[in-house]
């Protein structure tokens, strides 16, 4: 995820994504079941490589930095989203456990499901 962030078309090798003085009202970060895998990273690897992630991904708008909800949903897998969580707590963000029962598409979450992310 680290090395495609900065570019405005995924396919296209080039970190061209500036925002300027733009800064959003919040930054969703979103990880799912295709964002990790059973043999993942140790939970030190992980949040480390998390916490610098969010860490560029804020840097790039003017401070006060803009609130950041932390996403999650991976079926009945614990992991990674305890370890995203941990990394919400310790950098201040709220974190949300999308809901594996209310989902669509590739788990994606439907509408009724969405009024908890509005509410945050």
């Known amino acids: 995820m680290p090395h495609i962030f900065n570019r405005t078309l ?3 090798a080039v970190a061209d994504y500036a925002p300027g003085q733009w800064k ?3 930054v969703i970060m979103y990880l799912g079941s295709n964002d990790y895998v059973l043999l993942g990273p140790s939970k030190a690897k992980f949040v480390t490589a998390y916490t610098k ?3 560029s991904v804020l840097a790039q708008y003017p401070e006060p930095a ?3 909800l932390h996403i999650c949903g991976s079926g009945d897998d614990k992991h990674p989203c305890d370890y995203v969580n941990a990394v919400a707590q310790q950098t201040g963000g ?3 456990s999308a809901d594996p029962t209310a989902t669509g598409c590739i788990g994606t979450a439907m509408p009724q499901s969405s009024t908890r ?3 945050i």
């Open 10 to 12: 995924q396919t296209r």
């Open 24 to 26: 959003p009202a919040f």
């Open 53 to 55: 992630l969010l860490a």
């Open 66 to 68: 803009p609130p950041v």
């Open 94 to 96: 709220e974190y949300y």
């Open 117 to 119: 992310y509005r509410s």
